[in-house]
T-cell receptor
Framework: ETGVTQTPRHLVMGMTNKKSLKCEQH?????MYWYKQSAKKPLELMFV???????ENNSVPSRFSPECPNSSHLFLHLHTLQPEDSALYLC?????????????FGNGTRLTVT | GENVEQHPSTLSVQEGDSAVIKCTYS??????FPWYKQELGKRPQLIID?????GEKKDQRIAVTLNKTAKHFSLHITETQPEDSAVYFC????????????FGTGTRLTVIP
């Protein structure tokens, strides 16, 4: 058990679909993150939430919409995606943002946009 | 923002040999440098980290060195084993009100039995 659980593990969606990715952490952490992992590219930071408040939006297109109802849950709502959005989407959590600290990652959702 | 470069992109070593992966960063204010290991189909996992107030840290067969003047840091794995085969990512962070980690592109390490 990783402590950070992501669902679904795999998702195939058309460009006109609307879907959501879910992340849940049981580590008592206060900060949650969405990263995008594409082949041969660095892990790209997308969004950061600290105590449910969004503290970072790394120039992510509006077709990606995050939601953080509480410190334990994080969603990424997807709509009208493009094929280049196909990637592994990783959720992570950290104790907080009072100092730099390691991230604890989930297993990711492998997204394919057709 | 921070820019982290990582080399090499692939590395093959014989079992028992050492492996070295190098990273450079651009933001001189960066003060935290973790390394993650990602096995095929699995999540990235922290294996070792170092803060800017030390120059070297060791944990069994793994060590990390940091040169703040040159803005580079390296991962050293000694006595490599087949289970060390994975993709390794370096990262850098400058806490400036947010814990934002910026990652390198990864090194695929293959340990040949």
């Amino acid at each position: 058990e990783t402590g950070v659980t992501q669902t679904p593990r795999h998702l195939v969606m058309g460009m006109t679909n609307k879907k959501s990715l879910k992340c849940e952490q049981h580590l008592g952490h206060n900060a949650m993150y969405w990263y995008k992992q594409s082949a041969k590219k660095p892990l790209e930071l997308m969004f950061v939430y600290n105590f449910k408040e969004q503290t970072e939006n790394n120039s992510v297109p509006s077709r990606f919409s995050p939601e953080c109802p509480n410190s334990s849950h994080l969603f990424l709502h997807l709509h009208t995606l493009q094929p280049e959005d196909s990637a592994l989407y990783l959720c992570a959590s950290a104790p907080g943002v009072s100092m730099s600290s390691p991230l604890h990652f989930g297993n990711g959702t492998r997204l394919t946009v057709t | 923002g921070e820019n982290v470069e990582q080399h090499p992109s692939t590395l093959s070593v014989q079992e028992g040999d050492s492996a070295v992966i190098k990273c450079t960063y651009s933001d001189s204010a960066s003060n935290y440098f973790p390394w993650y290991k990602q096995e095929l189909g699995k999540r990235p996992q922290l294996i070792i980290d170092i803060r800017s107030n030390v120059g070297e840290k060791k944990d069994q067969r793994i060590a990390v060195t940091l040169n703040k003047t040159a803005k580079h840091f390296s991962l050293h794995i000694t006595e490599t084993q087949p289970e060390d085969s994975a993709v390794y990512f370096c990262a850098a962070s400058n806490w400036a009100g947010a814990n934002n980690l910026f990652f390198g592109t990864g090194t695929r390490l293959t340990v040949i039995p």
